[in-house]
């Protein structure tokens, strides 16, 4: 596995990484690297290590390396959320939909969200959109947006665990 990993490494990322040292041991291998951009991760894996401004507790800024999802893979991730067509599923029940689509944004959140949470709002808040377009093409009654935003509002509070990211992002359905 750690030759997979170091092939990996090494044929990927040649170009934006420079590595300083490479510690291999029985059950993991670290590598420490200097970064020319500001990202650095594994394509394979979809994950990138942002570069982010933080600072510390006693007040010091310096820069740190969080891990997230790719741009990559939230791409291939939004074109398997567009080709399931939410919106145009009117024949399905709100727990049709629920069942349907809750065990792969569960993955989602638990592999790319392990860290670095806030990078799949944006996805998460579209799926909501979705939602919202099919409550208001399947029910004409809720058609106008103040109806439509009051029975999404009921809904989010009635069922609150029933879609597995309403526990990230329950309200929260615009885009913008």
């Not at 991760?41 to 790719?70: D, E, M, Q, W, Y």
């Not at 567009?82 to 399905?92: A, D, E, K, N």
């Not at 935003?149 to 309200?171: I, M, N, S, V």
């Amino acid at each position: 596995m750690a030759d997979d990993l170091l092939q990996d490494l090494w044929l990927h990322q040649a170009a934006d990484i420079a590595v300083n040292t490479l510690t291999i041991r029985a059950d993991r291998v670290t590598v420490h690297a200097a970064t020319t951009g500001d990202e650095a991760g594994c394509p394979s894996c979809g994950a990138v290590s942002t570069r982010v401004h933080s600072s510390s507790r006693k007040g010091k800024n310096f820069t740190a390396f969080l891990p997230a999802i790719s741009k990559d893979a939230l791409k291939k991730i939004s074109a398997e959320v567009r080709s399931w067509r939410l919106h145009q599923q009117i024949r399905l029940t709100f727990f049709d939909l629920a069942r349907r689509i809750n065990p792969m944004v569960r993955g989602w959140m638990q592999y790319y969200g392990a860290f670095y949470r806030s990078a799949l709002h944006p996805l998460l808040r579209r799926i909501n959109a979705y939602l919202m377009r099919w409550i208001r093409q399947k029910y004409k009654r809720l058609r106008t947006f103040k109806k439509a935003h009051a029975c999404w509002l009921r809904a989010t509070h009635q069922y609150p665990r029933l879609f597995a990211h309403w526990a990230w992002t329950p309200r929260a359905w615009r885009s913008g």
